[in-house]
């Protein structure tokens, strides 16, 4: 038995070493070649640090002019490489859902924990490999690159052009405050999509704020669910008062939440992540009453 933990001990100890050298056994060039064009071995040599390590499928999944624009520009690639790196030991057992993280860049990560399917994500990324130990520090192996978010919720609302609609309506409602709490989930109507509503209802909708906010409101989650903890059938409660249910579909061809298909998934924000709807989605209690243009 002895004999049994000392090989386990020498064993482990051979497998250990900086976090560079960790990484390096763990086969993910695209990670090293990256982090010594930036300049950053030496600092990784330092701690201790817990890195979310992108495999190299992640890096092949940026689009090529991303990646170009990254290797041409050595601060902002070492700000993204920061923004996978954390101060201190966390361990797969630390990890809490909606806990966030300050990274080497200054910003913050968010980990998220879906019981369902046993899924952690650190800003919607997969971890499918945790804990592996350096003697400096921790590293868990992620499936796609992590890029800081632009802002909050209100300001990726506000800094899109497609969603003028949605950003007149949020303030004339009085959502603004209600949208920047923390660990939100937005299902955010484009402007073509509310125009699929029809001017009948959009003009009741005008008449009545009351029921327009609920129906905002309806568009909300308050937690935080990215697309990797999304299943098949699942029913999400909103922020609406009623606290009504959406419901998803989820298919080899997408995402549907109701009767609307999402068109981009998993835009990050500082207080949570934003999923864009082709359809804006009303309680069905109120479909009728919208259209006759009563409550």
């Known amino acids: 038995m002895f004999k049994f933990f000392l090989a386990a001990v020498l064993f482990h100890s051979a497998l250990c070493g900086s976090l560079v050298d960790v990484l390096q056994n763990d086969g993910e060039t695209s990670l090293i070649s990256l982090i010594k064009q930036a300049g950053l071995a030496d600092a990784l040599a330092g701690g201790p640090f817990t890195v979310f390590a992108p495999t190299n499928a992640a890096f092949s999944k940026l689009p090529p002019a991303t990646l170009n624009a990254l290797n041409a520009d050595s601060t902002a690639l070492a700000n993204i490489l920061k923004y996978h790196v954390v101060q201190g030991r966390i361990h797969k057992?630390?990890?809490?859902?909606?806990?966030?993280?300050?990274t080497l860049a200054g910003t913050k990560i968010r980990f998220n924990i879906y019981s369902h399917n046993n899924v952690v994500t650190v800003e919607g990324s997969k971890i499918t490999n945790f804990d592996l130990n350096a003697d400096n520090g921790v590293v868990h192996v992620i499936d796609t690159v992590m890029t800081p978010p632009s802002g909050s919720i209100v300001d990726i609302v506000a800094g899109n052009s497609d969603f003028s609609e949605l950003l007149k309506l949020v303030k004339e409602t009085g959502l603004v405050s209600a949208l920047q709490g923390d660990g939100l989930t937005v299902f955010a109507p484009t402007n073509a999509a509310f125009q699929k509503l029809g001017h009948r209802v959009l003009g009741n909708l005008a008449k009545n704020q009351a029921l327009l906010k609920e129906i905002l409101e309806y568009h909300v989650v308050p937690h935080t669910e990215y697309s990797k903890g999304l299943y098949n059938r699942e029913f999400l409660r909103t922020l609406d008062k009623h606290h009504d249910v959406i419901r998803l579909h989820t298919s080899s061809s997408g995402v549907m939440v109701n009767n609307a298909h999402v068109t981009q998934a998993d835009i990050s924000a500082t207080?949570?992540?934003?999923?864009?709807?082709d359809h804006a989605i009303?309680?069905?209690?109120y479909l009728l009453s919208t259209i006759i243009g009563k409550k």
């Open 93 to 102: 057992a630390d990890a809490k859902n909606e806990l966030t993280l300050t």
């Open 271 to 277: 207080n949570g992540v934003v999923h864009v709807i």
């Open 282 to 285: 009303v309680p069905p209690r």
